[in-house]
């Protein structure tokens, strides 16, 4: 790939989670957005934009999830980055019993 073709590639990385004595885990800030806990929620940073979540997508209830992005990516990549990342977890209906 040349040099020119790269320029615009944004990369994208998990925010890590950090430790919390009260709750006595990992926790993300979803700033009141995500409601449940679930090993299906997860946020997006760009470090090109410093520490902004471009996209977090979480669990509100049993089957109800929420995605919330922001530039650089557009409504059609936040919800296939959402989508995929259920793949594989889909299929696991004991979850959604």
């Not at 926790?27 to 957005?33: A, M």
């Not at 940073?45 to 992005?69: A, H, S």
């Amino acid at each position: 790939i040349e040099a020119k073709q790269t320029e615009k590639i944004m990369y994208l990385r998990n925010k890590r989670p950090k430790w919390d004595d009260s709750v006595g885990g990992h926790v993300l800030n979803f700033h009141g957005r995500v409601t449940k806990s679930s090993v299906k929620n997860f946020q997006l940073g760009c470090d090109e934009l410093g520490d902004d979540t471009v996209l977090q997508f979480g669990r509100v209830d049993k089957n109800k999830f929420t995605m919330d992005y922001q530039y650089p990516l557009n409504a059609v990549q936040a919800f296939a980055i959402c989508l995929a990342s259920l793949d594989g977890k889909i299929a696991d209906t004991k979850g959604f019993e």
